[in-house]
């Protein structure tokens, strides 16, 4: 769909007595149609979903069952539904949440539902950047926009378009409507892959997988959202023939809930070099280390090395980590110009006789440490200043701590991590402790970042705690999984 001044577009809101598309049902539609930029139509109904109204739902809303007893069920409103979305641009914001519950509702009653749709949450983390929190209540108070009665699907409806006027005004028509072209998704689901497999899966986090013919796993991936993720997978246009070759062989849909984020990313690592499933990549190759040293001079230097893991202590002699060495070459490259550093010293280029300068040198562009020109302690300054956010993060705490996620269900997962080293990581269920994955107890890169990522946050999400005496006499005992027995307090 090419998005311009003329392009129909249906802003959709709606309200239901839960989360889940397969289970739970709409009990009110609010939808604004525009065309040439001009409101053509509004259309609002309340809707009897067969079903008591949760007093959740209902303090949120304020639609209790009582007021539903009268309203049409969706059938009879399917028609005006799919007049008013005819050839438009389905916008809503969370887009594939409305997106799913109205084409839930249309699988019941055996009527195609595929359009193009643009999630206005999405496309304001595009269009402000700047702003950290996009979602509905955020908008209308950093905007100003006049919401009526907030979570009523009509005045939400109405909200929406008024946000993309604002945008319109702050940023220029050309540039919302470029950036609406990059955030447009068609819903495309192939042949072989039933609507009932998706609105299966949760909107919770955990992993996925995709299986092929004679059960061959394909891909595993994470999220917060399971099935919001999975069905973002067939709406992605332009895919490359190895991500089409994918959608085209799966067959199969299955899923894993985690209590959090954390545990999902620790889970698909895990799972990925336990299965090297077809259509994941990047988590097979060894590490590029560029390790930090000093020469005879006192000069700071950059040996490139490739390793699997990095050793106890090393951490604090390394540089920065890159995922190939050509990402390494290209970001050293980088460097040496930003911060006049010099390429011999960056073991990115080899002197031409002994002792000569390096070309930049030549150039103007390094200040001449590999001659001996530039004192020591000004190049040293430059080089600490280019590589302190690229290099291992000093470990935040004086020894171990837990790192604890909750799900809604009660279940929960425990990390407990030390210098970056992941020690164990356990599962709890009804009381009853599991391994949740197998811990190596080596520097692993991939999950240094996913932890130095929280637990360098002012703000962490998870509960970060220091051990027990308790849980230090277990980790060093190696105990605690045999028995049902929790091994923490």
Known sequence: MQIDAKTPLAFVDLETTGTSARHNRVIEIGIVRVEGGVVVREYHTLLNPGTLVPAFFTSLTGISTAMLVDAPQFEEVALKVAELLDGALFIAHNAPFDYGFLGGECKRLGI?????????????????????????????????????DRHRALD???????????????????????????????????????????????????????????????????????????????????????????LSEIRRIEHRETAGELGALLLKLHLIKTHKPVYNTGTRTPLCIAHQGVNAHGYATIAI???????????????AVFSSNKQAKKLLHEYAKEYELCPQLLDIEQPVTPGAS??????????????????????????????QTHCIKTWPFVGPVGIEEISVAGTGELFIINNWRLLAALHVEEGVWEEFVPSSFRFEYETYKMFSRELLKKRPKVAIRELTRREEVWLRSGQGLETDAPPIE
Do not use: W
């Open 305 to 319: 090395d490739q390793a699997d893991t990095i050793a106890v202590g090393d951490e604090k002699h390394i540089a």
């Open 358 to 387: 390096c070309a930049a040198h030549e150039l103007g562009q390094c200040k001449g440490a590999c001659i001996g020109v530039e004192k020591h302690r000004h190049y040293n300054r430059r080089f600490r200043e280019a590589f």
């Open 156 to 246: 939400d409806a109405r909200v929406l378009h008024q946000f993309l006027g604002v945008a319109k005004d702050c940023l220029g028509e050309e540039r919302v409507h470029e950036l609406m072209q990059e955030q447009v998704r068609v819903h495309r689901l192939p042949a072989h892959i039933k609507e009932e497999m998706i609105l299966a899966l949760p909107e919770r986090p955990g992993v996925y997988f995709f299986y092929g013919k004679n059960d061959e796993l394909l891909y595993v991936g994470k999220s917060r959202r399971i099935r919001t993720r999975v069905r973002s997978h067939f709406a992605k246009d332009g895919l490359s023939g190895r991500g089409q070759d994918m």
């Open 112 to 148: 195609t539902f595929s359009y193009p749709y643009l999630c206005t949450a999405k496309l304001s983390r595009a269009l402000f950047p700047r702003y950290r929190r996009h979602n509905l209540d955020s908008i209308i108070e950093r905007f100003g926009l006049s919401e009526g």
